[in-house]
């Protein structure tokens, strides 16, 4: 079983910036992708940005030039660094993975979620 654990989420001003974490505890798998996504109270949940475990990313067009992406493989952890922030970025950001066991087979997480709040 793997578990993502999030942390760096909180209150910001407009044009502040946050920097998520997301680390997958475990062993015994590799981890092709991970991602980060988010939700606004009734609205569906969004990808925010992407990377595989090459270091390629992809990203929602709302937060390209504003957002990175990044990832340590020797840790298991993702990160996602927030510029520039803006009032429609408040939301949950879910931390989500791929995960491929050694042994076999294969599932996706999601961590618990973490609340972003861009407010003056």
């Known amino acids: 079983q793997v578990q993502l654990v999030e942390s760096g989420g909180g209150l910001v001003q407009p044009g502040g910036s946050l920097r998520l974490s997301c680390a997958a505890s475990g062993s015994g798998f590799s981890i092709p992708f991970m991602a980060w996504h988010r939700q606004v109270l009734g609205k569906e949940r969004e990808l925010v940005a992407r990377?595989?475990?090459?270091?390629?990313?992809t990203y929602a067009d709302s937060v390209k030039g504003r957002f990175t992406i990044s990832r340590d493989n020797a840790k298991n952890t993702v990160y996602l660094q927030m510029n520039s922030l803006k009032p429609e970025d408040t939301a949950v950001y879910y931390c989500w993975s791929v995960v491929v066991y050694t042994r076999s087979g294969a599932n996706q997480y999601w961590g618990q979620g973490t609340q972003v709040t861009v407010s003056s």
């Open positions: 990377i595989s475990s090459g270091g390629n990313t």
